[in-house]
């Protein structure tokens, strides 16, 4: 079993940065993939980025070239790096661990951006 938790988050002004971690712990040789998504009010989920086994990474068009992911593996952390925050970036962004037996969430963490 694979335990994310995540950190991070909060309130930002537009173009202003922010960061988001998830630590995984548990059967972690059984993680393919960890990405970050995000829900906002009224809107469906939508993958944000996300970083593979083999350190790929993809993102959605919408905050490429502001947002990096990237994998700390000694301390079994994914992080989110937010710059040039938009107020449409307002979401709860979740962590989401792809295994070989699921797809596992963590907790969520609200990021709002103020114009």
């Known amino acids: 079993q694979v335990r994310l938790v995540e950190s991070g988050g909060g309130l930002a002004q537009a173009g202003g940065s922010l960061s988001l971690s998830c630590a995984y712990s548990g059967n972690i040789f059984s993680i393919n993939a960890i990405g970050w998504y995000r829900q906002a009010p009224g809107k469906q989920r939508e993958l944000v980025a996300v970083i593979d086994i083999g350190g790929r990474t993809n993102f959605v068009d919408s905050v490429k070239g502001r947002f990096t992911i990237s994998r700390d593996n000694a301390k079994s952390t994914v992080y989110l790096q937010m710059n040039s925050l938009k107020p449409e970036d307002t979401a709860v962004y979740y962590c989401?661990?792809?295994?070989?037996?699921?797809?596992?969430w963590g907790q969520g963490t609200q990021v709002t951006v103020s114009s």
């Open positions: 989401n661990a792809l295994t070989i037996s699921g797809s596992l």
